[in-house]
Structures are given as C-alpha cells and as structure tokens.
C-alpha cells in the first residue's frame, strides 16, 4: 500500500500533462487491444479539447492520482458519460494507472473516492465500463466487488467490446 497516495483535481492548464499521462496509460493498456491507429494517431489537440469539457463540468471530478508526488494516473468520475451506462448513474468514466503503480492498493483508494462521493449525496451504487479484453482491469473490479450487468460484444473493433460493473456502497 502506497503511503503517499493524493488526488487532485486537473485544473485546466494541467490538461496538457493530462492527455500526455493519456497517451501513456493508452499505450500500456491497450496497445494489443485497440487498432494500432488509435495510438499511432493519437490526436493531442482533440483529446485537449475533451478533457478542458470534462474539467469544467460541473457534474464530472477529474482528479490525478499522485504517489509520492509524481502523476501515476487520473480518475474521472460523476454522471454516466456513455450511453451503455445505467441513465442518471454516478459512474467512473476514467481509471488509468501506469502500470508501475498497479497492484500497488491505489488503485483500491480510488475506488474509495468514487465510494466516498456516492455517500455524500446519497446514492447507494455506481457503475463503470471497462474493455473486455483488459484482463487486468475485469481482475480489479471483480476483486473489489463489481458485478458484471452488461456485456457488449463481438465487434469488429475489439476496442468497442464493453463489460459493465455496478458496485454496490
């Protein structure tokens, strides 16, 4: 377990380093999973202009996640941001961690945010997507209770293929 675990909210002119942290976490989790281009052609301005939205939303909590100062990933969650989550759900929409900062026990205290969050206005349950084929992360929300609800499947495009958590508070 990490000893120096914080989260802090990305404000906007620490998108770039964000969407730099992005494309790093892009490319350690998914680069047997989604098409090569989808790395290659990583578009930094539009991936910017995403994240400068979701900073300035108020119904979003985009946070980097640091380990003894330095950014090991960032978490982003709120309202349900896609349309394969429950309507109306608080759902994590981002959980990234270089990979030298898993199974490390910060991945589980990011978890407590969303828990934590959830508490404090009363919802009882949260939900987040995860791709089917990152065997490491259906691992960790299964370890921490999550309930497979929904599965979507067998596209062509195996970064489309989605499995659905809910976790119950």
Not at 70 to 94: Q, V, W
Request: hydrophobic content about 35%; glycine content about 8%.
């Amino acid at each position: 377990m990490q000893n120096n675990v914080t989260f802090e909210p990305v404000k906007i002119e620490e998108v770039p380093e964000l969407v730099r942290l992005r494309l790093l976490t892009r490319i350690e989790t998914y680069s047997e999973i989604y098409p090569r281009e989808w790395i290659d052609g990583f578009d930094t301005a539009q991936s910017e202009e995403k994240f400068r939205k979701i900073a300035s939303d108020p119904n979003q909590n985009l946070l980097f996640i640091n380990v003894d100062g330095k950014h090991a990933g960032y978490l982003c969650f709120g309202r349900e941001m896609e349309k394969t989550m429950p309507e109306n759900s608080i759902c994590i929409n981002m959980l990234y961690l270089l990979r030298a900062f898993q199974r490390r026990g910060v991945g589980a205290l990011a978890i407590e945010q969303v828990r934590d969050y959830c508490r404090s206005i009363g919802r009882d349950r949260f939900y987040n997507g995860c791709n089917m084929h990152n065997k490491a992360a259906l691992r960790f929300y299964r370890a921490i209770g999550g309930q497979v609800i929904a599965e979507y499947g067998g596209h062509e495009n195996r970064a489309l293929d989605q499995v659905v958590f809910e976790h119950l508070i």
